[in-house]
């Protein structure tokens, strides 16, 4: 079993940048990519970027240029950080591993509130 424990939402104003944090434990085998998903009030649950095992990474158009993942593998963390912020990246953020043999798992979610 793998346990996902986001940190490091919160309130920020437009044009800001805030940085989060999933930290993973349990059984860390086999894992083929860890993201980052979001859901706005009233929209579905989407994907903002994703990290593969070999450090590829891809992104949403909408937040291409100003996120950027990363990981620690040594801390078995992954990392979000959020530049340019702007209302509509409002959203509680969800950590996501999925591994190779098909087994996924989510974060319960931080929320990020982007308002002056």
């Known amino acids: 079993q793998v346990q996902l424990v986001e940190s490091g939402g919160g309130l920020v104003q437009p044009g800001g940048s805030l940085g989060l944090s999933c930290a993973a434990s349990?059984?860390?085998?086999?894992?083929?990519?860890m993201a980052w998903y979001r859901q706005a009030p009233g929209k579905e649950r989407a994907l903002v970027a994703v990290i593969f095992r070999d450090g590829s990474t891809n992104y949403a158009d909408s937040v291409r240029g100003r996120f950027a993942i990363s990981r620690d593998n040594a801390k078995n963390t992954v990392y979000l950080q959020m530049n340019s912020l702007k209302p509509e990246d409002t959203a509680v953020y969800y950590c996501y591993m999925t591994r190779n043999d098909g087994v996924n798992y989510w974060g319960k979610g931080t929320l990020v509130t982007v308002s002056s």
């Open positions: 349990g059984s860390m085998f086999d894992i083929n990519a």
